[in-house]
């Protein structure tokens, strides 16, 4: 039976990686919810104090990208560069995106790897030559089965369409390499029996499962109609299969065949983050390439629903394409980071919309959150002049505070650390916070500082303390997907001199009560989550 990315050693990194996205055009909301999910993720994993790798980056090279290139009165070359200088990197840096890497399909230490492992191959008799004819999209780059394709009536009358991109295949016939697919059908079902985990959600493996069962077809992994692509090491005739190429670059961007310590120390990936669109490339084809070269296969295959809007996938192709800067000039980085994954369960179809944004977070962020710390750091300020006081007078109603946070902690650390259920995790976060909003509504603080006596000055005391060390384990759990506010509240805490950098908190001393030092310098920052304009035109 193959590895897999989960019995890797406790010393190898923590490998978690988006889909490589084609550069035919600048990204979108939906390349944007993948890679913020993988960046929580990876983020979280590093709090854990784990070593981790977070890969990104663009897939240039197919047909899609030629046409589009050629559209644009520029070589693909001349495109790819462009497109990735100007709008993918640029956005992943706007978004805090904390990638390990970013590997490009052109780039010579992709390129020369991927010769190398499809050459091996061709030498085990993996590889044989033949011809195929039949429906291609160019949009997916792929083949398809007569079974997938829906009918083009009205639009297009007598076509058949491709389901994802809505758009006429192509019948094309050519002679191509073709990789001995069909020999690993009862392997992969051996391996997903063994492995039950490695597709997620439950519906994509069952959708995976059923489609293995139903026998795999020998995959053609050689175009040789255009030239754009990894010229084929013993036919340059031909280029490789864009996707064979793609997918090789979860290899060769840790060392495949250049760096065999980082490679041993990396691969495979703990878990592939990808659209449900691609889930079959990513949970058939690449095991099945990976079992055939003899090398581990990964821990996980996450499969992310789609992004709608008006019903339909966000795409460019549909015209449903918005720009995450559209929304983070309104809400800002954080909470964009925050409401995605918030709104919708990973893994699932969700529907995006201005007016659902903007209510979640005027109540949730700017009312629970918000206006949380903004009161905790005026009280301090008004009844101790900014010096956080000593717990003198705790109780049971603190007791249930601490639990609180010990749960919170136990909770999100499962949720999106273990199972990448990451609505579930937030949700356990604020769940917390309301928790605490509700002990100070219930404490009323603002009557008991009227009593000064010793006994309400102690209880005063203790009453602000548990607030803002709550606060503190909140900063700590909120700090993967909120990382710029999670450290203006931890700056107002007066934590960083006394704790460290907030980045370096493992989540394991998150619920651990009373690391904010009396004494501390609490100060009223920046409101965390300002008060929303009127949507923009």
């Known amino acids: 039976m193959a590895a897999t990315g989960s019995e890797k050693q406790g010393t190898n990194a923590y490998y978690v990686s988006t889909p490589i996205y084609y550069v035919n055009d600048a990204p979108h909301l939906g390349h944007a919810y993948t890679t913020v999910a993988g960046d929580v ?5 590093r709090q854990r104090g784990e ?17 589009t290139a050629e559209a644009n009165n520029v070589t693909p070359q001349e495109w790819c560069d462009k497109l990735v200088e100007e709008s993918w990197k640029p956005l992943w840096e706007h978004l805090n995106i904390a990638n390990d890497d970013f590997i490009r399909t052109t780039e010579k230490r992709h390129t020369d790897r991927v010769q190398e492992f499809v050459q091996d191959l061709f030498d085990k008799d993996e590889i044989y030559k033949g011809g195929y004819e039949g429906p291609y999209c160019v949009g997916c780059e792929e083949y398809k089965l007569p079974g997938d394709l ?7 009358p007598g076509q058949k369409l491709c389901p994802i991109h809505k758009k006429p295949v192509e019948i094309l016939k050519e002679e191509n390499y073709f990789f001995k697919l069909s020999e690993y059908g009862p392997k992969l079902l051996e391996f997903y029996e063994a492995n039950p985990g490695f597709i997620q959600p439950e519906s994509a493996r069952n959708e995976v499962v059923n489609f293995v069962r139903q026998g795999l077809q020998d995959l053609s992994i050689s175009r040789s109609t255009f030239d754009w692509g990894v010229p084929v090491p013993w036919d340059e005739k031909h280029v490789i299969y864009v996707w064979v190429d793609a997918l090789l670059n979860y290899a060769t961007a840790v060392g495949y065949g250049a760096n065999q310590q980082k490679f041993d120390e990396t691969f495979p990936a703990d878990v592939h983050l990808v659209g449900k669109d691609i889930l079959r490339f990513h949970a058939v084809i690449w095991p099945a390439m990976l079992m055939a070269q003899g090398l581990p296969v990964p821990g996980k295959v996450a499969a992310n629903g789609w992004l709608m809007v008006g019903g339909e996938k966000m795409s460019k192709s549909n015209l449903t394409g918005i720009k995450p800067q559209d929304l983070t000039s309104h809400f800002g980085v954080d909470a964009y980071r925050w409401y995605f994954l918030r709104a919708i369960a990973f893994g699932s179809d969700g529907s995006f919309s201005w007016e659902d944004f903007s209510a979640r977070y005027t109540s949730e962020l700017a009312n629970d959150y918000g206006n949380l710390a903004s009161r905790v750091a005026a009280m301090v300020g008004k009844y101790y002049g900014g010096t956080l006081p000593a717990a003198e007078a705790a109780g049971a109603a603190e007791q249930a505070v601490q639990d609180g946070l010990a749960k919170a902690v136990t909770e999100s650390d499962r949720l999106i650390g273990d199972e990448l259920d990451f609505q579930g995790g937030i949700l356990a976060v604020f769940d917390f916070v309301k928790q605490v909003n509700g002990y100070i509504t219930e404490q009323e603080p603002w009557k008991v500082a009227k009593d000064e006596s010793p006994e309400g000055r102690a209880r005063l005391a203790t009453i602000l303390y548990t607030a803002a060390e709550s606060l503190r384990g909140v900063a700590v759990l909120l700090n993967a997907v909120m990382p710029v506010t999670s450290q203006s509240l931890w700056d107002s805490l007066g934590a960083e001199a006394d704790l460290g950098a907030l980045a370096d908190q493992k989540l394991q001393q998150a619920g651990t009560w009373g690391q904010l030092p009396a004494g501390a310098t609490v100060t009223k920052g920046a409101v965390l989550f300002p008060r929303l304009e009127e949507k923009p035109a």
């Open 41 to 45: 993720l990876t983020r979280w994993h």
């Open 51 to 67: 070593k981790v790798w977070y890969l990104t980056g663009t897939d240039e090279h197919g047909q899609k990208i030629m046409r």
């Open 150 to 156: 829906i009918d083009g009536e009205p639009d297009f």
